[in-house]
């Protein structure tokens, strides 16, 4: 069976920046009940406390981040590009231990966010990029999805799996 990595704060789990969370999605609590779901929070796994303070990543590439050319960092200025890119990594790692083909990310996240990022500017200035862990993963031939794409991400879910049985 196909699994798939999905963002923790939409699953309910309350670990985003601000102690918040998003859902219940529908698809989310089919995908778990068919035992699918490998959760994880990029940025709590990279060591980061909840709440924690919001981070951008000026420019909005986390690409950029992951080669040493940009840094994440929080409006205080402080560097956080460790734990996200730690977080990054233990995504990537459980990608390879689980053999997932398939994310669902957060939009918009500096970690997750698969189309868009903020600019940096902490003013809501958006920029297209992805986040540190969705431009990993995307690099590791993973699909990633955010929470407004489940219907494409049910589609690419099933085509994969007609690969499987093929
Ligand atoms: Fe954690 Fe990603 Fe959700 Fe942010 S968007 S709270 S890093 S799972």
Redesign the pocket.
């Known amino acids: 069976m196909e699994k798939i990595l999905i963002?923790?704060?939409?699953l309910g789990h309350r670990?985003?920046?601000d102690g918040g969370a998003?859902g219940p999605f529908d698809q989310l609590a089919v995908w778990q009940a068919e035992g699918r779901v490998v959760a994880?929070?990029?940025?709590?796994a990279g060591g980061l406390p909840t709440p924690r303070p919001p981070a951008e990543i000026p420019g909005g590439q986390g690409a950029q981040v992951l080669d040493g050319q940009a840094l994440v960092l929080t409006q205080a200025g402080e560097d956080v590009s460790a734990p996200f890119i730690s977080?990054a990594q233990q995504a990537l790692a459980l990608v390879q231990q689980h053999g997932i083909r398939l994310a669902v990310?957060?939009s918009r996240?500096?970690?997750?966010?698969n189309l868009e990022t903020y600019d940096g500017s902490f003013s809501g200035e958006k920029v297209r990029g992805q986040?540190v862990?969705a431009a990993l993963l995307s690099r590791a031939g993973v699909q990633v999805f955010n929470e407004e794409q489940l219907a494409a991400a049910l589609e690419a879910l099933q085509a994969l799996e007609r690969g499987r049985s093929a």
């Not at 963002?7 to 939409?10: E, F, I, Q, V």
């Open positions: 963002s923790r704060c939409l670990v985003r920046y998003h994880l929070c990029p940025e709590v977080g990310l957060k996240s500096p970690s997750c966010g986040g862990t």
